[in-house]
């Protein structure tokens, strides 16, 4: 069912920070890189949409972006991946309750399936990793879509603020995240698994297409990509618990900080667009947040 492969392919990109531009009007802003000003701030901050994985070869990161990451005070990304203890938070969440079983979610056959794949393509053995809940075999499959060792924007992002020496900062908790990830259940979770790796062929040209369609900033291109096959219903649902409640959430954060000093926000680019995105709440706030060319 094509529909729930791309539902994982979107999972992937929101909470990998990648997924770009979302529905919300019928005119959509092809920029990633925007300036916030007004509304009393007495320097300008910048607000740039994020992709997590892309072959190391493909990245870029133009000058306006170098340059507007000098003018700033501190960078801020979804999570304080300067963190040293993020992942280890990360995984106490990802563990299922106790009495249940990653096993138990699947068929005989899915499962021999899932197993023969991660030990085979993957190196890694299920049958360690029986507590742990679905979503975190799927986001292990995202570097196996890029057909290379992956690069991270947010990383790159962290080294420049490092080598600048500001101070790396994060708007939401890793619970708050992997809250967000609770809300959908975790068969949900597993029907999605098996059926990418069922094809993952399909999930490849699907994730290859939206890295050229990310580079290319075109978000009207990447908002019919990830649109394709839902419901109206599924994709509201989605788009609902995973970027709407989580924007409104992030403004007065956003806000907050633009005030402290300026900033550098990085975060996934699906969060920028739309009547519900970070752009379009921010102005209703009072701001002036324009695109800033390349």
């Not at 929101?14 to 997924?19: G, K, M, P, Q, Y």
């Not at 009495?99 to 005989?108: C, I, Y």
């Not at 890029?146 to 790396?168: F, G, I, N, R, W």
């Not at 059926?195 to 062929?201: A, E, G, K, Y």
């Amino acid at each position: 069912m094509k529909r729930t492969q791309n539902l994982l392919l979107t999972l992937l990109l929101v909470l990998a920070h990648a997924l770009p531009a979302l529905a919300g009007g019928n005119k959509v802003e092809n920029a990633l890189l925007w300036q916030i000003s007004g509304n009393g701030l007495q320097k300008p901050s910048y607000l740039y949409g994020t992709i997590h994985a892309v072959c190391p070869e493909r990245m870029v990161l133009p000058e306006a972006l170098q340059e507007k990451m000098r003018q700033t005070e501190q960078l801020t990304l979804e999570l304080d991946m300067d963190d040293p203890h993020m992942m280890a938070q990360m995984m106490q969440f990802a563990v299922l309750p106790e009495g249940q079983s990653l096993r138990a979610m699947f068929s005989e056959e899915e499962y021999n399936l899932l197993l023969d794949y991660f030990s085979v393509k993957m190196g890694v053995n299920l049958l360690y990793m029986d507590n742990m809940k679905p979503f975190i075999l799927q986001t292990m499959l995202l570097a196996n879509l890029t057909d290379c060792t992956p690069a991270s924007y947010e990383q790159k992002l962290m080294e420049l603020a490092h080598a600048q020496q500001k101070e790396v900062l994060g708007i939401e908790t890793i619970k708050e995240q992997m809250d967000v990830v609770d809300m959908l259940p975790n068969d949900l979770y597993a029907d999605m698994l098996v059926r990418t790796v069922r094809d993952i062929p399909r999930s490849k040209a699907a994730y290859h297409k939206m890295v050229d369609l990310y580079l290319a900033q075109d978000l009207k291109g990447l908002e019919e990509l990830m649109k394709q096959d839902y419901t109206e219903e599924d994709y509201r649902k989605f788009k609902e618990v995973f970027l709407v409640r989580r924007n409104e959430k992030w403004i007065p954060v956003l806000e907050q900080m633009a005030k402290d000093k300026p900033t550098f926000f990085a975060v996934g680019a699906g969060h920028l667009t739309g009547e519900n995105g970070v752009v379009a709440l921010l102005r209703r706030q009072g701001y002036k947040v324009t695109p800033v060319n390349r």
